[in-house]
């Protein structure tokens, strides 16, 4: 079945730095890779997503990238501040209207100060 | 986007009952799920709720355990049924809404969160 593997499960990065989250994925019928964000106690929400036809998206200080030939993909998180600090989820699917999304085990990330 | 309301937002239950929790979004969407997020884990779906026939379950999940319902376009239940404390976890729906570029986007309720004693 589908699988998404992420990787680190933690990090811990000094605030200014850059932080990288990776992950694969086992379905190559997936085409689109969102990224969400959930802080302590809240829902996770979307904080941007790739989809399939594209290598790379920015969002301000925050970009992924798409290696769709070795299925995997990364987030990307520059000039990181202390409210960066959260649990990320990388997760995949398919393009259609009756796609479910498979999530990654999640990164939780600190920023130190 | 869409607005979804999901309660109980926690509850306290006794092993061997059952928890119905309920998720009324404010626009008729298509997709449906329901989620399962044990402490410091990630989201493992539990099916999908498809309006007008059955869930559709994934591995190691079953309706027996977890039945739901899906009325309509706008609402969705799920039962923990026969509790136990490996039930103890936080219990999110989510409903995939269809961006303009095709793809499913997934908007959150605000999860409940069952303690079985």
């Known amino acids: 079945g589908e699988n998404v593997e992420q990787h680190p499960s933690t990090l811990s990065v000094q605030e200014g730095d850059s932080a990288v989250i990776k992950c694969t994925y086992s379905?190559?019928?997936?085409?689109?890779f969102p990224w969400y964000k959930q802080e302590l106690g809240k829902r996770p929400q979307l904080i941007i997503d790739?989809?399939?036809?594209?290598g790379e998206k920015k969002d301000q200080r925050i970009a992924v990238t798409l290696n769709k030939t070795a299925k995997h993909f990364s987030l990307h998180i520059t000039e990181t501040q202390p409210e960066d600090s959260a649990v990320y989820f990388c997760a995949a699917s398919r393009y259609s209207s009756a796609s479910k999304i498979i999530f990654g085990s999640g990164t939780r990330l600190s920023i130190r100060p | 986007s869409a607005v979804i309301s999901q309660k109980p937002s926690r509850d306290i239950c006794q092993r061997g009952t059952s928890l119905t929790i309920q998720c009324q979004v404010d626009?008729?969407?298509?997709?449906m799920f329901w989620y399962r997020q044990q402490p410091g884990q990630s989201l493992t779906l539990i099916a999908t709720a498809n309006q007008g026939s059955e869930a559709t379950y994934e591995s190691g999940f079953v309706i027996d355990k977890f039945p739901i319902s899906r009325p309509n376009l706008t609402f969705s239940t799920l039962t923990v049924s026969n509790m136990s404390p490996e039930d103890s976890s936080i219990y999110l729906c989510?409903?995939?809404?269809?961006?303009?570029?095709?793809?499913?986007?997934?908007?959150f309720g605000q999860g409940t969160r069952l303690t079985v004693v």
């Open positions: 989510s409903v995939g809404v269809l961006g303009g570029a095709g793809n499913t986007e997934a908007f």
């Open positions: 379905d190559s019928a997936s085409n689109y």
């Open positions: 790739i989809r399939s036809n594209v």
């Open positions: 626009s008729q969407v298509t997709m």
